[in-house]
């Protein structure tokens, strides 16, 4: 027996979400603010512990849900009974003929042994009945708070009354197995006589907010906080609670204006980190005071131990941190085994939800840590000679753990945009490798490679906001000075070397990562070279054509300056831009160096054979796509010569060619020396210097060492003060990806 998929409506972010759960460890890994505490919180609240149990705030219900309630409050729109009214979420549990259905049988709806599939569902919603009561109780609200402004205030009144009209239920739904969705109009109630709901799912969790931080404080709030809760318990309307209620939703608004002044300052520097866009950190301070927490916040005790021994909290807060996991993993998992009580027996399925285990650890210790938890949780299933049915979540935001866990874990959390605003998808990387061999037959490396290649060197990319493939190592040593450079070049209002960007290098091979990189749907830019090339005769040692054996000349594939007589050898170019390029088009230069930014702006596309059921699909130009692919363009440099590059090194040195050649020798000669000193990533120096070589000539003829040259011009490069790099020009087609990675 197990859970095999969990589906969240209307909770916070996660407003139509649908989570599968592997049998050991779902690792959920993604963005910041993109739903995973959501999940741990929402499960919490329906299957974790009684005091947990249906405790919603008003804040709980997605976005939308709150304007379509609003709405419906001021009857812009009619309230639907038949429609999803509130949060809800739907456990599919499944089972085997061999599991104990002792306790699950009291959920089944259906006596087809082919239906191997219960519904455990749980809602926090509202009827028409509920309705009308609000419409009327905030009519009267409103008129006892006339200076809060209508849409605040309605948000304020259902925080404090929400309870009094939404109402927490537990069914068990029919699910139709052959049709293989739920139908929601069979269904049981659970009122908790009948069935104890945990004896079938027992929910634990260890929550990132471990109590590991250096700190004596205890704090004296159980007083006030029972005291204040009796009293309002007696009667919410009573005058004394009223006006103390009345007083604080008041002062709030009078606190609002106050904050505003006050956190200006932080507040202006904190918009500033950590954004895609403008203003997308922008956050305001309200106050938001809360009866219970005035009295239980404002009333603390303070203590001191004199003891000549240090305290436990004196030692680091990783080791800290990584001990209290352990102990609270074991003692859950002792509650679950049941251990000392032998006449109770474990639940039919136990959940393990940890989240966030690398806080306070450093790198390495979060490596041993996923090594082990695996083996951990393994030993904790043994009662006796029986395992006990244990599924465990987890979350994180670490790179080092995802390196370590078996790729098949990984649930990729993502927003993605609807007609409402966002919703969290949650999808999983096994679907990815059924993707890759759909597309290029089981026995295909592009998966194999792209797994490893994430897993052991770049599984941070699961976290970014935003990615650069690269070619090679000459991009990604001098890319940092390139976003520094643009940074301060530009004043932007979010500085590219603030956000959240992961550089990989792929070499002109990125075709490779087009499923994935469409997989997460991440804002991408990938660099690479136009590669231009030329068919020339092959010759043999004489200077003579070569002949085939029918006679024909042999020809051969060389590089050669862009023209429109030349060709693109770059496979990623034909493979993201061939809806731009002509089939069996042999001069695609020509094409490739006519298309605008929004040509080579893309987004994928796919339709499904109707009468296949296969999926095709291909990258088309789309100016509102998220992946961008540039490559060298037309530019001008200081002296006006108009040319467009083959490589990267071609447009450097067509840019650059003074920073090689502009030294402080008193002739060519000692200038040259000095060249070779500070560029050993050069050869044939003295090519420089001759002003009838071209960028294109020096880029195959003067460069050494690619990564050598790269530092070099780190090495070598200027700053007048307030910026830096001021003696070289980024290449124009680089410019113009990374500006336009950097709006969102």
């Known amino acids: 027996m197990k859970i095999d998929k969990i589906s969240v409506n209307n909770y916070r972010l996660l407003k139509n979400t649908v989570i599968t759960c592997d049998n050991e460890l779902s690792l ?39 304007k379509k309630l609003y709405k419906i409050i001021k009857s812009e729109i009619e309230f639907n009974e038949n429609e999803l009214n509130g949060i809800r979420v739907d456990i599919y549990i499944s089972y085997e003929d061999v599991d104990n259905l002792a306790n699950l049988s009291k959920l089944l709806l259906d006596l087809d042994p082919d239906n ?44 404090k009354k929400h309870r009094r009209y939404f109402v927490f239920k537990k069914y068990s739904v029919l699910y139709d ?21 945990s004896r079938i799912i027992s929910f634990n969790y260890i929550s990132a907010r471990r109590d590991v931080s250096n700190t004596s404080e205890t704090e004296l709030s159980a007083l006030s906080n029972i005291y204040y809760n009796r009293t309002k318990a007696k009667d919410d309307d009573t005058s004394t609670v009223s006006d103390f209620e009345n007083q604080i939703d008041e002062t709030d608004i009078k606190f609002d204006d106050i904050y505003t002044k006050v956190f200006k300052e932080l507040l202006d520097k904190i918009s500033k980190f950590g954004g895609i866009k403008k203003d997308d950190t922008k956050i305001k301070i309200i106050s938001q005071m809360q009866s219970a927490k005035l009295l239980k916040d404002n009333t603390t005790v303070v203590y001191s131990d004199e003891s000549n021994y240090l305290p436990e909290h004196y030692n680091g807060l990783g080791y800290l941190n990584l001990i209290s996991m352990i102990i ?5 998992l002792s509650q679950i085994r049941k251990d000392g009580k032998e006449d109770e027996t474990p639940a039919d399925i136990n959940i393990i939800f940890i989240e966030e285990p690398e806080a306070h650890t450093h790198p390495q210790m979060q490596y041993v840590f996923i090594k082990n938890i695996k083996g951990l949780l393994e030993e904790g299933r043994s009662v ?58 089981k026995d295909n490396n592009h998966f194999k490679f792209l797994k490893q290649y994430l897993t052991l060197n770049r599984s941070e990319i699961f976290f970014a906001d935003k990615i650069i493939l690269i070619e090679g190592d000459t991009e990604r040593i001098l890319l940092p000075a390139m976003l520094k450079k643009l940074d301060q070049e530009y004043n932007f209002d979010i500085p590219l070397l603030s956000q959240n960007i992961s550089i990989i290098e792929v070499g002109n091979y990125s075709e490779i990562y087009s499923k994935f990189i469409n997989f997460i749907n991440t804002k991408t830019l990938i660099i690479t070279d136009i590669d231009s090339n030329t068919y020339v005769d092959d010759l043999d040692n004489n200077g003579q054509p070569k002949k085939n054996k029918d006679g024909g000349t042999i020809r051969k594939i060389v590089p050669c300056p862009v023209s429109d007589n030349a060709f693109t050898s770059n496979s990623a170019l034909r493979f993201y831009l061939n809806n731009k390029l002509a089939k069996n088009d042999k001069n695609n230069i020509k094409t490739l160096t006519q298309l605008t930014l929004a040509d080579k702006t893309i987004k994928y596309s796919e339709e499904k054979n109707q009468s296949t059921g ?13 992946i961008l692919i540039v490559y060298q363009t037309s530019e001008s440099n200081a002296e006006g010569a108009v040319y467009n590059a083959r490589s990267f090194e071609d447009a450097f040195f067509h840019l650059n060619r003074k920073l090689f050649t502009d030294l402080s020798g008193d002739n060519e000669e000692e200038k040259i020396k000095i060249c070779e000193s500070l560029y050993q990533g050069l ?4 090519e420089l210097f001759n002003t009838d070589n071209d960028s294109f000539y020096l880029a195959q003829n003067c460069v050494n060492k690619k990564p050598s040259l790269a530092m070099d011009i780190l090495l070598n490069s200027k700053s007048d003060g307030s910026r830096d790099f001021i003696n070289w020009e980024i290449p124009s087609y680089i410019k113009e990806g990374l500006i336009w990675l950097q709006k969102n």
């Open 28 to 66: 959920i890994v993604g963005k910041n603010n993109c739903g995973k505490t959501s999940l741990l919180s929402i499960l919490n609240k329906c299957i974790g512990n009684k005091t947990e149990t249906g405790n919603f705030e008003y804040y709980d219900f997605s976005i939308p849900f709150q």
């Open 614 to 626: 296969e999926i095709n699909g291909e990258w088309l130009s789309d100016p509102n796509g998220n």
């Open 384 to 441: 006796g000679d029986s395992k006990v049915q244990l599924q465990t979540f987890m979350t994180t935001h670490s790179s080092h753990i995802v390196s370590e866990c078996n790729f098949d874990d990984l649930k990729y959390f993502v927003k993605e945009k609807d007609s409402e605003g966002c919703n969290v998808i949650s999808k999983n990387l096994k679907d990815l490798e059924i993707s890759y061999q759909q597309e290029y037959g």
């Open 683 to 686: 050869k044939n120096v003295k």
């Open 116 to 159: 191997k599939t219960v519904i455990l569902r749980f809602e926090y919603s509202i009827d028409a009945h509920a309705i009308d009561m609000i419409k009327k109780d905030f009519s009267e609200y409103k008129e006892k708070h006339s200076k809060i402004p209508e849409d605040n205030s309605f948000t304020k009144f259902m925080q």
């Open 328 to 332: 609270k993993i074991e003692t859950v």
């Open 177 to 197: 197995y052959i049709n293989q969705k739920i139908d929601n109009n069979v269904f049981k109630l659970l009122d908790g006589k009948d069935v104890d709901i």
